[in-house]
Structures are given as structure tokens and as C-alpha cells.
């Protein structure tokens, strides 16, 4: 053990008498007027990669900024030709719009504007939450059937709403044709069987359809659905 601490002892010794030695033969080798010299380079030189680095920033930036002029264009034409897309896709259709899970209310609100873009009117919007669902009977199954297809109102709808299972806000007192499902949970699949086997036509829409291209998409689909109706087999979903 002595011995192993000698070695690390005269190592550092050697270390420290290295570290000197170097710091003796560089004062020799350099007088102060080279020391100045080259750190006069060194300023210089690091003023030119500044002056070169501020350059290219401001190319960048420049960059930049064209680029979000031409995305502001753009989002401007695409706002103006997702209604041409759209516009009587859905004419003379009613909807029903059943937000569930974490969807935003602006969410919901873009969506209805597109669809009434294309022709439809959204009749009545509620909220739920399809996990209180799994605990009811096909009877409210029922109520909440007539309460979109029909637009049944009175006692009924008012114990469901009572009972927390929906909040309804309508705009007119009338059914729905179809029925938009926005926003997923893990019961939602679940949910939209039970509301088909009650006799309902419904689709989903998910909240993943963050850009007015995709609403659009969405819109289209569904208008295509809904024409094959006519001469297939109802499959709900799309």
C-alpha cells in the first residue's frame, strides 16, 4: 500500500513539474509582443465568423419569412376553395353531433361550420360520456334514440339529462337523419353499436382531424356514404 502511494505521489510530482516546465519554455519562446500579435488574430478572426454567422442569419431569416408569406397564400386559397370543394355534398341532410371523450369546443364548432358549408344542418348537439352508458338499459338506449331521430322531448329526455347521461342543446325541435359520433373513448365503438341496433345511422368522426383539409376529407367521405346507402347495405362508420 506505501508503495502505491509513492508511485501516485511522484506522478503528480512529475505532472506538476511537466505543467511548469511548459509554462517556462512558453514565456521564452513567446515575448509579449507575439502573445499580443496572435491574440490580435484571434479577435480578428473570430470578429469575421461573426460578421459571417450575422450574415447567414439574416439570409435565414429572410428565408423564413418568404415562406410564411407563401403559407399565409396558401392557408388563404384553401379557405377558399374547401367550401367549393364541399359546398351541397350534404344538401338536405340533418345531423345530430354526440361529442364524447376530450374534445374542445371550438373542435366541435369548425366541424359544424363545414357541415353546414356543404348543405347540412346540424340539428342538435350533446354531450356524454359512454362509459356512464355501460350501466343503463336498451330502455334509455330507446329514449336516446327517439330524443335524435325524432326529436323527442318531454319527461324522458328530462330524466336522462337529470340522470347526467346527456347535455342537450338543440336548435330546432326536430330528428336527425344521421348521427356524428366526435371523439373517441374506449367505449366509443361499444356506444356506436348500441346506437345503431336502436335503429340509428351513425358515423364517427375522430378528433384527430386538426386541419380544415381533413375536416374536408371527412365531409366528402361521409357524403359518399350516405349516397351509396341508396343502393348498399347500411355500414356504419366510415
Do not use: C
Not at 399565409?72 to 384553401?78: A, L, N, S, Y
Amino acid at each position: 500500500m506505501l508503495i502505491d502511494y509513492r508511485y501516485h505521489l511522484f506522478t503528480l510530482v512529475a505532472v506538476f513539474l511537466a505543467f511548469g516546465l511548459g509554462v517556462l519554455v512558453g514565456g521564452a519562446l513567446f515575448s509579449d509582443e507575439t502573445l499580443i500579435k496572435s491574440q490580435t488574430e484571434l479577435v480578428n478572426r473570430l470578429e469575421r465568423d461573426f460578421v459571417a454567422l450575422r450574415t447567414e442569419n439574416q439570409k435565414l431569416t429572410q428565408q423564413i419569412n418568404l415562406l410564411r408569406i407563401d403559407l399565409g397564400q396558401e392557408r388563404k386559397f384553401i379557405e377558399w376553395l374547401v367550401p367549393q370543394t364541399i359546398a351541397g355534398k350534404l344538401q338536405n341532410q340533418t345531423f345530430a353531433f354526440i361529442k364524447q371523450g376530450a374534445v374542445t369546443n371550438s373542435y366541435v364548432n369548425s366541424l359544424k361550420k363545414l357541415f353546414e358549408d356543404s348543405g347540412a344542418r346540424v340539428v342538435a348537439q350533446l354531450e356524454t360520456d359512454p362509459a356512464q352508458w355501460s350501466q343503463v338499459s336498451a330502455d334509455d338506449f330507446k329514449v336516446l334514440a327517439g330524443v335524435l331521430a325524432v326529436g323527442l322531448r318531454g319527461p324522458s329526455l328530462s330524466r336522462l339529462e337529470q340522470r347526467g347521461l346527456i347535455q342537450l342543446s338543440a336548435s330546432h325541435p326536430i330528428g336527425a337523419q344521421n348521427i356524428v359520433l366526435i371523439g373517441e373513448t374506449e367505449h366509443s365503438h361499444w356506444f356506436q353499436e348500441q346506437l345503431v341496433q336502436a335503429g340509428l345511422r351513425v358515423y364517427a368522426a375522430p378528433s384527430t382531424l386538426s386541419t380544415l383539409e381533413e375536416q374536408a376529407r371527412f365531409i366528402l367521405e361521409l357524403s359518399g356514404v350516405i349516397a351509396d346507402e341508396h343502393n348498399h347495405s347500411y355500414h356504419p362508420g366510415i
